[in-house]
């Protein structure tokens, strides 16, 4: 399976018996692609940077003879002007073919992915990216409602940040942003759920980051601790050397858009009265699996 993010680029291998998946090994690049959009359109650095590493992983799985290969992209192709142009040359040069997800496609992906093992029949499913965030009501592991919002982290962090770390100030606009595009959603807006089931890397870089700085937080984060998070980690005159060290450690790949994403986090957090955030580390990918190829 290769996911084409706007934050990352992963490749995954999985062995399949019957109903059983298991991965084998995954490999991932940093590309940030949603940073490579100016006015709507994915530049040529942005599909140069795609078609480099898809031709890399291409050339990993058959020298390897793993001939069954999936391919998908999400918002930041999804959303580009030029997307079937860019989908085209990224197919003529990598071999790699892409399917784009929609919105409501990557909800229901990130759902059946997520919920597969989870111990709740009923929650809220939240995956952020680097240029959407997906947001899933479920009751009974039944889809009630579903809604694909225009705001990720490596976008917010490109339109309000000026540092690789966001400032207080920064943080307030980029809430303010939130709480907007989240205030639209008439659907969502009697629902209330304490726990909070969270997918993708925002929420695993929290866990990572709370592991760190915290002494972990087993598979359950309360939202009091993701706020610590939040408050400590932004860009302030009296940022220690210590905390520059947690970040490297814990999150060395999303210094620049955890501290966003945590944003999101929040205001989802608070508009639904959330206490406890529970992290799957299925998602999308699994989902693709046990939707379209299982």
């Known amino acids: 399976m290769i996911d084409v993010g706007s934050n990352t680029i992963r490749m995954a291998v999985y062995e399949i018996e019957g109903s059983r998946i298991e991965m084998l090994m995954k490999k991932k690049h940093a590309v940030g692609l949603a940073s490579y959009l100016a006015d709507g359109v994915m530049q040529k650095e942005g599909i140069d940077k795609a078609v480099e590493v898809l031709q890399g992983f291409r050339s990993f799985l058959q020298s390897l003879r793993i001939t069954e290969v999936s391919a998908f992209a999400t918002a930041a192709l999804r959303n580009a002007k030029n997307s079937a142009e860019a989908v085209q040359e990224i197919w003529e040069r990598s071999s790699v073919l892409l399917h784009i997800v929609s919105g409501d496609e990557e909800a229901e992906l990130g759902f059946a992915g997520a919920t597969h093992d989870l111990p709740e029949d009923t929650g809220l499913l939240v995956d952020i990216g680097g240029a959407s965030t997906e947001i899933v009501f479920f009751q009974e592991k039944r889809i009630v409602r579903k809604r ?78 993701m706020r610590e998070l939040l408050v400590r980690f932004q860009r302030r005159d009296a940022f220690s050397e210590e905390d520059v060290a947690h970040l490297m450690r814990a999150v060395p790949e999303r210094m620049d858009t955890i501290v966003p994403g945590l944003v999101i986090a929040d205001v989802i957090a608070e508009r639904f009265n959330c206490e406890e955030i529970r992290y799957s580390d299925s998602g999308v990918r699994e989902g693709y699996i046990y939707s379209r190829i299982l």
Not at 197 to 208: E, N, Y
């Open 148 to 225: 694909s919002f225009p705001m990720g982290s490596r976008c917010m962090h490109k339109k309000f940040s000026s540092d690789v770390l966001s400032s207080r100030e920064e943080c307030r606009r980029m809430r303010q942003e939130a709480e907007r595009i989240l205030g639209a959603a008439e659907e969502f807006r009697e629902i209330s759920y304490p726990v909070l089931c969270g997918i993708g890397g925002t929420f695993k870089g929290a866990m990572a980051l709370c592991q760190e700085v915290l002494g972990g937080c087993g598979s359950l984060l309360r939202v009091s601790e």
